[in-house]
């Protein structure tokens, strides 16, 4: 029985080696090391990720977090990668609440307090999800964010206690957009819209032309993260 402290040694051991491997180099090792015990996160901005993980694991589980809150064009790429990979599995994860019920309950919290709003609609849900799995593989890049910018290739999740595997982290934006170009990969059409981070849409906004990509995410407000990945 393989143990945390294992997944651990594991995760420290992966990051030293893996660090100048390719992004299917890391897939490929995801694939050997946990079988089918790992799932890929995705927010339906494109489906570049999902692309690279089908090549090493063709009915690999896909994560969406259904928030309740996302716009059309989200919720349509989702239902388009889905005939596209046709061998894949979303997992939509969900809050226990509706929407309806929470707005019911507390009001606009996207509006009053949108850091509960995160924690109640994604970070339980990923929680609860990523419990059934020994790890799983996020597209991260360390050009997101400054917040982003140490990203290791494979980690130690110690918030969701299992191994984190982020195989595009080095990725520049012309590698990530020339991928995209080379293999036809499907993107949200709100990216053509100038939406260069999306999330739910209460929260998201065009960014100002040169600014952070995701600075269009809770636009005037301190918060920068929905706590997913810090």
Known sequence: MTTTQDFKTLAEHAEHDLAGASAAEVLEWTAKTFGDNWIVASN?????LIDLAVRAKPDIDVLFLETGYHFVETIGTRDAVEVTYPDITIVNAEAEQSVADQEAEFGLLNKTAPDR????????PLR?????????VTGVRRVDAPTRADTPIVQWDERNGLVKVNPIAPWSDEEFAAYIAE?????????QEGYLSIGCAPCTAKPVPGADPRSGRWAGLAKTECGLHG
């Open 128 to 136: 609860k999800t990523l419990a059934r799995y020994d790890a799983w």
């Open 183 to 191: 293999h036809g990969i499907l993107q949200n059409p709100l990216v």
């Open 44 to 48: 339906m901005q494109d489906a570049v």
């Open 117 to 124: 709003c995160c924690f109640l609609r994604k970070v339980v």
